[in-house]
């Protein structure tokens, strides 16, 4: 992006240089006046072969003669080497003449031999202290060497000397910009206008240093004059599709960088940024090759190295990704995005150490990299580390606070520390900055669930708001070529982030294993995962799908686009507003039948799906004016768990042998609200001596031990009846339910994962019926499972039934040892009854399709 000084500006400073070069002198060594005078015209006429010819002759005859050698190194100006002899003698035999060492330090710089050309500089200085141009062509060889102070002084010495000197002005402005001060040298650059409004390479690096101050809008504009004055100024093509890229105007940047390649090919640098800009815009192929074709001109550009490696993970190739990072830091091993962005392919691949290792390498190379923060946040909070997330999501936004993505981030962990009302404060923020991010209005939108005071049309009007974003950008299909055939084979496309080690994941696999097998013939299974990571579930989820297509790396157009072309009958979306959704694609329609199932508790709010399936207990009918989607009941449960594959067996009831009940809730602690810790404290109060278990991702945080026990000790319960534990891996989580006597579930939000593991473990879960769809989910669970007894119309009866179970030691020990039994041949583990209601009610969607009336 940065310009220096051009070929033409050093050709003009050195002539400057030169200005005055050749004079005759009296020596009896030297050629006589009348020579020496054609050896003058023969210089000033441009003569240079001739000049060069007669030059040599005389150094023959007059090898002692200064001018003679002085003459011939002008002659030779453009064969550095052979003039760099010659000008090396001339100084050695007149060490005094200013000319010769001037013309030695500018073929000292052509040949790159800068700390030789800054000597011979500074000799010709002491000869002709008061030679601007000269002060200038040392100020721009100080540059060279790094030494951006030395460059400062110089220019501002020959600016002294001589104010209407144009490139010295120029590159000062240079040097004050590397030295990072950015308002002095738009300064330096005016000035150099003011004397030369038509100097194109003044007005370029005059909008790099408005760009780096943030002043994209005149950026662009000295972009734009450049160009006017210049227009085959490819740099200034590249420069201006920078500034629009920043500005969010790809498409003209796209154009820019074109124009800068017409004119030269082999630009690495605008190859490179036109990558960045069709990453940009999610062209990901194209923004690969763009990459490639920059390494082409240019093998050893690390910049494009780590830019492949962006372009590669967004394609979600994260592994050949990394290989691109780890070449960039081959070259440059101080590239702080590459560390960054290598930190972030790590963590895609789940290796989560390196990825943290990565970003803080990229943190000490550029403490203010706002984006290796948020990332660092993003690794730290995957780890449970809630508080050093938020720390790091707040030192993103004291260096830019209008930093979109960490606002949304800082969000989630403050969502997941339970502090809601900060959540959606931020949440509110990144969309005040960038209104149609969708991650973030999905992130408004999810928290809701956690509210329960917010009205119900007030939810609907904010998931609408979701669908007018989402719907602008959509180009809605409005006809299918699907044939409208009831009983033909349907294609079922899912779409999801979570078909893994997840619970869309656990609940969805034994469906598909069973709709496999019994609706061969009648259903394909296509499945669209939302994100790259794969573990043993996805493999065995795979394997019961007949199609598997990544939708990594595509936009939402192409998606759609894939989706009809697939001929998708029937589209599913799995996530709802939770993380890696595609509602976005679902908003362009793309399959005639389009469905929200299992990952959500609430209206999507996009008009384009057509159905939420739900069930008779989890939705009441007055509820139904709340979603924008028609509801389509299954007969008994809308969910169906696949039982996990571990060897736990059931414990004996804690109670009998602790002498105390033990109350227990492996839930999320965003749903322990105010209300959830008042009612639960009412319970430990009412049965003496219980205690209760709580195990969370956050209580790795000691400050959310902290703040939990904080919470129950202002309801008189202290902090020894309170166990409090974090994250195990899977196995060792469930085998934790054998240290629990009766689980509690949280309202608004109840659990769904979590209480069908805890019923499975044997372990009863008492839930407050509510009102709303979400609400009901334990109702739902807890119907079908054949418990209607613990579920409680209020919390005054929730108080109640918990101490009628717990004062029952031995119908609670009959009930766990056959609880899992009775839940495996329940609608809630029956895969095979579940999936002919599920094919069934898929049928019936499809026929209203193909039959309206």
């Not at 007059?62 to 011939?72: A, D, H, Q, R, S």
């Not at 109840?750 to 593991?757: C, F, I, L, N, Q």
């Amino acid at each position: 992006m940065k310009s220096g000084l051009t070929a033409s500006a050093a050709q003009s400073l050195m002539q400057g240089a030169e200005a005055g070069l050749l004079n005759p002198v009296k020596d009896v060594l030297a050629p006589s006046a009348s020579d020496q005078n054609q050896l003058i015209a023969l210089f000033n006429a441009g003569r240079f072969v001739e000049l060069e010819g007669r030059a040599r002759n005389m150094v023959e005859q007059y090898p002692e003669c200064g001018f003679v050698w002085k003459v011939l190194g002008a002659s030779l100006l453009v064969q550095r080497r052979e003039a760099l002899a010659a000008l090396k003698m001339a100084t050695e035999l007149l060490p005094d003449d200013f000319e010769a060492h001037s013309n030695l330090g500018a073929t000292f710089k052509d040949l790159g031999h800068f700390g030789d050309a800054a000597a011979s500089y500074k000799q010709a200085l002491k000869i002709k202290p008061d030679y601007a141009e000269v002060h200038g062509n040392l100020g721009f060889v100080f540059q060279d060497l790094g030494q951006r102070e030395g460059a400062v002084v110089s220019f501002r010495r020959a600016l002294e000397i001589k104010p209407e000197l144009v490139e010295a002005h120029f590159n000062f402005g240079n040097a004050l910009k590397e030295f990072g001060r950015l308002d002095d040298a738009v300064t330096a650059y005016r000035r150099a206008l003011e004397i030369k409004p038509d100097y194109a390479e003044a007005h370029s690096n005059l909008g790099v240093a408005l760009q780096d101050l943030g002043q994209l809008d005149d950026a662009a504009a000295s972009y734009r004059w450049a160009l006017e004055i210049k227009s085959d100024f490819a740099e200034a093509h590249s420069n201006l599709g920078n500034v629009l890229q920043d500005l969010g105007q790809l498409d003209d940047a796209v154009a820019s960088y074109r124009r800068a390649l017409k004119i030269r090919p082999d630009f690495a640098m605008a190859h490179n940024n036109l990558g960045n800009a069709l990453k940009d815009l999610r062209q990901f192929d194209d923004a690969v090759a763009s990459c490639r074709r920059a390494l082409e001109c240019q093998l050893d550009y690390a910049e494009a190295h780590s830019n492949l490696g962006n372009a590669l993970q967004a394609l979600g190739q994260p592994h050949d990704a990394i290989v691109s990072y780890y070449r960039a830091l081959e070259i440059k091993p101080d590239l702080a995005e590459a560390h960054s962005n290598l930190g972030n392919a790590c963590q895609d691949i789940g290796q989560r150490d390196d990825a943290v290792a990565s970003y803080c390498r990229a943190l000490q190379i550029n403490p203010d990299y706002i984006k290796a923060h948020s990332n660092l946040g993003n690794a730290l909070k995957e780890f449970g580390y809630l508080d050093d997330a938020m720390a790091s999501y707040r030192r993103a936004l004291v260096i830019k606070p209008e930093f979109v993505e960490a606002n949304s981030n800082l969000g989630v962990v403050l969502q997941d520390l339970g502090h809601l009302a900060d959540a959606e404060t931020s949440y509110r923020r990144a969309l005040r900055i960038k209104p149609r991010f969708a991650e973030a209005h999905s992130n408004l939108l999810f928290i809701h669930n956690y509210q329960s005071d917010r009205p119900a049309d007030v939810l609907l009007a904010e998931a609408r708001g979701f669908e007018d974003l989402m719907s602008r950008q959509a180009r809605v299909y409005e006809d299918w070529p699907n044939s409208p055939v009831p009983d033909r084979c349907l294609r079922v496309g899912l779409v999801s982030g979570d078909l893994r080690n997840h619970p869309v994941g656990y609940f969805i696999e034994g469906v598909l294993a069973a709709l496999r097998a019994q609706a061969a013939g009648r259903l394909e299974l296509i499945a669209y995962p939302s994100h790259q990571r794969t573990d043993a579930v996805t493999e065995r989820i795979k394997a019961n799908c007949q199609g598997w297509h990544s939708t990594v790396g595509l936009t939402d157009e192409a998606l759609a686009r894939r989706v009809r072309e697939d001929g998708i009958d029937i589209l599913i979306d799995l996530s709802g507003h939770t993380a890696h959704n595609r509602l976005p694609m679902f908003a362009w329609k793309p399959a005639p039948v389009q469905v929200s199932w299992l990952g959500y508790f609430a209206t999507t709010g996009v008009a384009a799906i057509d159905y939420l399936i739900a069930d008779p207990w989890t939705l009441p009918e007055s509820e139904e004016a709340q979603f924008t989607e028609k509801i389509w009941r299954l007969p008994e449960t809308r969910l169906c768990f696949t039982e996990p594959e571990v060897d736990i067996e059931v414990a004996p009831l804690p109670a009998q042998g602790n002498g105390y009940i033990t109350f227990g809730c492996f839930n999320n602690l965003s749903k322990l609200n105010d209300g959830v810790v008042a009612l639960w404290a009412q319970v430990l109060q009412a049965v003496p001596k219980s205690r209760l278990y709580l195990k969370a991702k956050q209580l790795n945080e000691a400050s959310v031990k902290q703040s939990i026990s904080y919470r129950f000790s202002a309801h008189g319960i202290p902090a020894e009846r309170l166990t409090l534990e974090g994250p195990e891996p899977r196995e060792n989580y469930l085998a934790a339910y054998n240290r629990v006597d009766i689980a509690l579930d949280p309202f608004p939000f109840p659990g769904g994962t979590t209480s069908v593991e805890s019923l499975w473990m044997g372990v009863p879960v008492l839930t407050l019926a509510g009102e709303r769809f979400l609400s009901r989910q334990g109702v739902g669970i807890l119907k079908n499972a054949g418990l209607p007894e613990w579920i409680a119309t209020d919390t005054a009866d929730y108080v109640k039934r918990a101490v009628e179970h717990a004062g029952d030691l031995t119908r609670l020990a009959t009930l766990r040892h056959g609880l899992r039994q009775q839940v495996l041949a329940s609608p809630i583990f029956d895969a095979a009854r579940f999936a002919g209601h599920f094919e069934a009610a898929l049928r019936g969607m499809w026929g209203q399709w193909c039959d309206p009336a």
